[in-house]
């Protein structure tokens, strides 16, 4: 079964630019999961979507957005990007939410850097 | 912000050692989940514990939970280089929403 599949991997990206991230979930979860990791603020939740409904979402400016497609896939999109905005951004994926005993799988991540 | 703390934030050991990381947080919880991150990669999920269990293992793996001193250890038995990595551990209180602790940086020595 392939695991949590983030594109693109690396990408550079100018302030002032939008950039979209995608991600796949594990064939049959249907729970997507965003998260942000910077060396100076960790890994810090940014947003779950379920059966393309956003289920909760983090202390991120209205610049970071994400939707969920019918078949589960995800998006996560930052406009008017900043210098701060770099970092590794990860996918997570669930069978489904609300319960006590859901494991949750990351993806590689796609490290953006903003010049 | 982050809802835990982990301990320590970095440790060093030789190989065959076992190694002990620790966790607090803050709230009352639905799990708690523990990840390692090798540099620059995603994250692997090592071990789920549930709020109504105290004791999990995994191979060389052995997670505990005490909720009435909201902390959690993973200990890691003989231990080899490969396990050089970030340790993570995660606490989940609503839907899948992981609150993450620093992190502690194991490195193991050949």
């Known amino acids: 079964k392939a695991g949590v599949t983030q594109t693109p991997r690396y990408l550079i990206k100018t302030r002032g630019q939008q950039v979209t991230l995608s991600c796949s979930p594990i064939?049959?979860?249907?729970?997507v999961s965003w998260y942000q990791q910077t060396p100076g603020q960790g890994l810090q939740f940014l947003f779950e979507?379920?059966?393309?409904?956003?289920?909760n979402k983090g202390n991120f400016p209205g610049r970071f957005s994400g939707r969920q497609f019918s078949n589960s896939r995800s998006e996560m999109n930052v406009s008017t990007l900043e210098l701060g905005d770099s970092a590794l951004y990860l996918c997570?994926?669930?069978?489904?939410?609300?319960?006590?005993?859901?494991?949750?799988?990351f993806g590689e991540g796609s490290w953006l850097t903003v010049v | 912000s982050q809802q835990g703390e982990e301990d320590p934030q970095a440790l060093s050991i030789q190989e065959g050692e076992n190694a002990t990381m620790n966790c607090s947080y803050k709230t009352s919880i639905n799990n708690l989940q523990w990840y390692r991150q090798n540099s620059g990669r995603g994250l692997v999920h090592l071990i789920l514990i549930r709020s109504n269990e105290r004791e999990k293992h995994s191979g060389r793996l052995r997670v505990t939970l005490d909720t009435s001193k909201k902390s959690s250890s993973l200990l890691i038995t003989a231990s080899r280089a490969a396990d050089t990595a970030s340790y993570f551990c995660a606490t989940v209180y609503a839907g899948n929403m992981l609150t993450f602790g620093g992190g502690t940086r194991l490195m193991v020595k050949p």
């Open positions: 979507y379920f059966s393309e409904t956003q289920r």
């Open positions: 064939s049959g979860h249907r729970s």
């Open positions: 997570a994926s669930s069978p489904s939410t609300g319960s006590s005993g859901n494991t949750i799988y």
